[in-house]
């Protein structure tokens, strides 16, 4: 590459090596001077008002790569199903979602991308709930000009690896819930749980396809998960009757259904007394009350994932433990928070 400075005085008729913005009080106010324009004398006074003194004329050589199109070679490399990029700024591609979903990060290649000499890609959280046409990630070059090899390592990268960035769309699940606790079998107390299940899974696309009641009987319990799943329920939730009392059977009745545990403890507050189970290939979530009581549980980072398809293992479920910490803040701003952010 050949970059020279030059004077903005002796700019007239030169062609710009590249975008010049214009920022006014922290706030992007777009660019003026474009690369490639021809820099004509009324540019000169708005020039200087920029701040520019001198500017810079470019002439790539072969083997040089311009940060725009570097930037579009990457936002292409790294885009994959359900992502789209824009056009750069200042050699910058944003990447957007397609349609509603989950997004999927896959953390190790990114960061080998981010190993690379002049290459950035930053991203959401993997596993982050997102709607189409949200900001996933940002990838740009840091100098003007990076060498062509740089590019090519990092598409490399992106073609060994398969996937980078992607949307995973919500398939439209029947749930099935059994609903335990003698209380609300007695209709002693009116039962909060079904209500806030429906909701979270209707805002998913997703319906619930009925609602079963049973008193604190593990054969009871146990009879109803397997009729929902007999029933066509793709997954199952099986509520309250998580912890230590000696009514608490609703572990034992998860198992007595004949489902795997995944595990029984989740390392995410609130929802510690969690289980994850599949009852041949139906997964079947043990939830404690405190699915019902809080905003944002567990429940909330694991039911996304299982309305996208996803096979949740036991080692997904320990790796909620680096960010799992609710904040309990007085007025719950999830998922605009650390909540489940941490885990990879
Ligand atoms: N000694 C201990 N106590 C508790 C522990 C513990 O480790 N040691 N864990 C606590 C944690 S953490 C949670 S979370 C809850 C889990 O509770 P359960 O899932 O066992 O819930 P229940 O005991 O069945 O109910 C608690 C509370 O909620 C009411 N409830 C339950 N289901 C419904 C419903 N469908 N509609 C309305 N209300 C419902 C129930 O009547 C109780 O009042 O355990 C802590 N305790
Ligand atoms: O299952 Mo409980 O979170 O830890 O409220």
Redesign the pocket.
Known sequence: MKLQTISVNEAVGKVLSHDITKVVKGEFKGAPFKKGHIIKEEDIPELLKLGKENIYILELEPGDVHEDEAGIRLGTAVAGEGVRWCEPKESRVNLYADYNGLLKINVPVVEEINELPDVILSTLPNNTVVKSGDMLAGTKVIPLVVPEQTVVEAENICRRAGWVIKVVPFKEVKVGVV???N??YKKR??????PVITEKVESFGSSVIGIDYAPDDAATIAGKIKRMADGGAGLIFV???????PD?V?PRAIHLAGARVEKYGAPAL????FMLAYLGDVPVMGV???G?FFKATVVDLILPRLLAGERVSRRDIVALAHGGLCRSCSQCRYPNCTFGKGSN
Do not use: K, L, N, Y
């Not at 609130?270 to 007394?273: D, Q, V």
């Open positions: 609903i335990t606790g209380e609300v107390v009116r039962d909060g749980f079904g509520t309250g009757g998580m912890s230590v009392d608490d609703t609130p929802g510690a007394m404690p009350a405190c019902m």
